[in-house]
């Protein structure tokens, strides 16, 4: 336990280990963990030790199946309060928090106090260096970093400053070893909470949260937090400039482009706006020169995550992620984590118009486009146009006969990407689109999609001149040829 060491304007708390000392005894806490292999808190019933009380008694739950938050208003019981919370929402439609100003309401409470600041214009959070003010101390904590020019944060052991004490507190880890999240299935442990969390998925097949309402299950909680909006009819996000309200926060962001031009977030430093906030960020450290991430094999640092991560390619040779059920490795996180969707089936993107869904947010976007009709990329040499710019790009390949993916085993060249893809398989023998139904393989999807029909029995293609019908394109066309002949 901490000791006092002496009464004057403030408590001083002195760690037992080092020299260290603070005025808070949270902060102790935290630096307690900075000494490899304490474990402060420790279960009697396994081998489990957690580095919060809180953390130890939620798993000593898992122990006595203890259910101490129950619903007064049906027979739900759980171990744990915030489940509780989102189940109370099932019957109240999801909305506790209301405005006496205007007709919102909010699912925390913290999202209505904020919201109401819209009403008062009140701006709590001010500068103690400048005159800047605002409503929000996420903003107030953003502006500081024009002051110290982004790095508040700096680690005792090395040179490294951070622009937030998260990352300060994960970089710190990799001085002291500490891996302080443990699988309480088997022996992995990990420095990160975000890495445990990926690999429970590994002994739950990715999916650990289920709607009580139906059989959907998500790999992550705010999944299932949107899905079940739609058992709800909850709509918690209101335009504060029209009538238009929706249950997701990112509908809610791309709408208000449509009333500021597409750009809300705007530098000080500068005349640049962009049409995201980490947009906006990123850009920002091209004014205080920051480089906070930094190869932990070489001497490279950066200004960008994702330019670290495409360096550690070249240590790595180019594959990071790899999916633990079958043999793909991926380049990118999120490449792996659309490819996992294709083992459980997700499909956490719907449409609101109607009931199309799908795996990946890029597809949704593109699919909304079916209902505006919106061609936006027109061909300068023809009458062309599309709704998608790398359609475009292909197209006017047509003009040029540009061919710029090249085979390195071969010399033959493309004009798309994934006619180079479809290419290679015939170097590598690779048939990654199996059936379900039998044991075929394929080594492109549309031939997949063509054998799917001999089980279906589906025949789409018809002769005109006779009852013929087919389900493949190619046994059509041969067919034809039966009436041309002379």
Known sequence: MPQNIHHAEATSYSCEVCEYICHEKQKLARHMKTHPGRKTYSSEQCNLSCTTKSNLEEHIKSHTGEKPYSCELCDYSCSRKSNLARHMKTHTGGKTYSSEQCNLSCTTKSNLEEHIKSHTGEKPYSCELCDYSCSRKSNLARHMKTHTGGKTYSSEQ?????TTKSNLEEHIKSHTGEKPYSCELCDYSCSRKSNLARHMKTHTGGKTYSSEQCNLSCTTKSNLEEHLKSHTGEKPYSCELCDYSCSRKSNLARHMKTH?????????????SCTTKSNLEEHLKSHTGEKPYSCELCDYSCSRKSNLARHMKTHTGGKTY????????????????????????????????????????????????????????SCAQCEYSSSRKEHLMTHIRTHTGEKPYSCEQCGNSFSRKSYLVDHMRTHTYEKPYACELCEHCFSQKSNLMSHMKTHSGEKPYSCEQCDYSSSHKHHLMRHMKRHTKV
Request: charged share 25%.
């Open 158 to 162: 090395c040179n490294l400053s951070c």
């Open 260 to 272: 500021t031009g597409g750009k809300t977030y705007s530098s000080e430093q500068c005349n640049l």
């Open 322 to 377: 790899s999916s633990e059920q079958c043999n793909l490795s991926c380049t990118t996180k999120s490449n792996l984590e659309e490819h996992l969707k294709s083992h459980t089936g997700e499909k956490p993107y719907s449409c609101e118009l109607c009931d199309y869904s799908c795996s990946r947010k890029s597809n949704l976007a593109r699919h909304m486009k079916t209902h505006t009709k919106e061609k936006p990329y």
